[in-house]
């Protein structure tokens, strides 16, 4: 498509203003008419080598990028001309980024290759074929030359975008793994916490040993001190419980409350394997869905992720005690049950209480609960008339109804954190490493 550029408006412009003149002045009649010849001649000869102008673009045939998170897409152009040619580039973007589209400018030199790094930010999981991007281009100004980028091989026209759950937070948290454990001139440290609580053998007193390890009974009859030795369990049992019902599908800071709680249960399951123990996910709202067993591995950690990337909400309401029934059947040992959810605004059936009940004799649960700002900051408001009023005392009830929820959680013996959707994953590596420090599994 040909198209007026901007050094042709402005002059047409100029010519319309001289042509209210001519009444006045006949003799500029004949000037206006040679400087409309020369504007249409100029045009002319831009708009013909425009049309055998080539523009090129290249780009990786799949981009991956992580939620939530700044990336850059790289896109390469070149041209076919002879001469330096401006390009103005357009790349519109998918619903699943935050940005509807991005505009680059820059002046093409012949031979020359221009190097874009569209920066990007994604705001919703899944995937999408990228649109090749359009390209304006003038050499003089005169007019402009609007078409999409052709592509070299099938990159501009077949990029694959994919957004995954965060992987930049588990890098960096496998980079602090690796200073920790590998530190101290080759010596590693064992990833397990604790000195372990399962009884191993009975071994002679050696200095050093603490008092509160002697077998006394054995003592006495061997007339000796004798300790006993424990051996640590470096394969427990994790369970990660996404809540994908309708109070997850909110938003918050661009991306909803589900994609947080999917960032903290990939962030955890790396430092799981990491201290050896066996991690698995299910999502559940009125229904469980059926995820992935419990396992290690690099193999096992991708089938988590690529679990985890596929969860999204479901505008139904979330059901505890269908996932308790399902965790007592499947779970035949005892593991460490983390729940990421968002309390119900009114438990008064107390179901997610009933369902830690459930839980507590065989498993260990500990619930991360997301916090809601709004209900806080208008439970905290001082009102100044009657609606307002009205709306302080609502926010009022159920704020306390939710801190009653789970002071019965935490008397029923679970584990519970309240935090921030975006600190989820900070708080569920903590919770994890707090329970393997005091040994509650």
Not at 70 to 91: F, G, H, Y
Not at 346 to 360: N, P
């Amino acid at each position: 498509m040909i198209r007026p550029g901007p050094r042709l408006v402005r002059a047409t412009a100029g010519l319309a203003l001289g042509a209210l003149l001519v009444p006045f002045a006949p003799v500029l009649v004949w000037a206006l008419t040679a400087a409309v010849g020369l504007l249409l001649a100029l045009a002319g000869r831009e708009a013909l080598a425009l049309r055998t102008l080539r523009v090129e673009a290249e780009r990786p045939e799949a981009v991956v990028l992580p939620l939530d998170d700044d990336e850059d897409v790289p896109l390469r152009l070149s041209t076919s001309a002879t001469r330096p040619v401006q390009l103005t580039v357009r790349q519109v973007w998918p619903a699943l980024l935050l940005d509807s589209a991005t505009e680059r400018t820059a002046v093409c030199r012949p031979g020359e290759v221009l190097a874009f790094d569209l920066r990007v930010r994604a705001v919703a999981r899944g995937g999408a074929r990228l649109a090749p991007p359009w390209v304006a281009a003038t050499f003089d100004g005169w007019v402009e030359r609007l078409a999409p980028a052709a592509a070299v091989a099938s990159g501009a026209e077949g990029t694959e975008l994919t957004v995954l759950p965060n992987l930049k937070a588990v890098r960096r948290l496998r980079g602090q793994l690796d200073r920790l454990f590998l530190q101290g001139l080759g010596n590693r440290a064992a990833p397990s916490l604790g000195k372990g609580r399962d009884f191993d053998r009975l071994r002679e007193y050696v200095l050093g040993d603490d008092l509160r390890d002697v077998a006394w009974k054995a003592s006495a009859r061997h007339r000796k001190l004798i300790t006993k030795e424990y051996r640590l369990d470096r394969s427990q049992d994790v369970v990660v419980c996404l809540d994908r019902g309708h109070r997850m599908a909110a938003r918050v800071a661009h991306v909803t409350r589900l994609d947080h709680a999917v960032n903290a249960a990939v962030l955890l399951a790396s430092l799981c394997n990491r201290m050896e123990d066996r991690v698995g996910f299910l999502s559940f709202a009125d229904v469980v869905e059926q995820g992935i067993g419990q396992g290690r591995g690099g193999g096992h950690l991708r089938k988590l992720t690529a679990f985890a990337a596929g969860v999204m909400p479901d505008y139904r309401h979330t059901d505890y005690l269908a996932l308790a029934a399902h965790l007592r059947r499947r779970l035949h040992s005892r593991a460490l049950v983390l729940l990421l959810t968002a309390l119900p605004e009114l438990e008064a059936e107390g179901t997610i209480v009933q369902a830690v009940d459930l839980l507590i004799p065989q498993h260990l649960p500990v619930v991360i609960a997301f916090t809601d700002p709004g209900l806080t900051a208008a439970a905290q408001f001082q009102p100044s008339d009657k609606a307002e009023l009205s709306r302080t005392l609502v926010a009022r009830d159920l704020w306390t109804e939710r801190r009653r929820v789970l002071g019965e959680l935490r008397r029923r013996g679970a584990l519970v954190v309240e935090t921030a959707p975006g600190d989820a994953g900070v708080e569920a590596v903590n919770s994890y490493l707090a329970v393997k420090r005091r040994q509650l599994l």
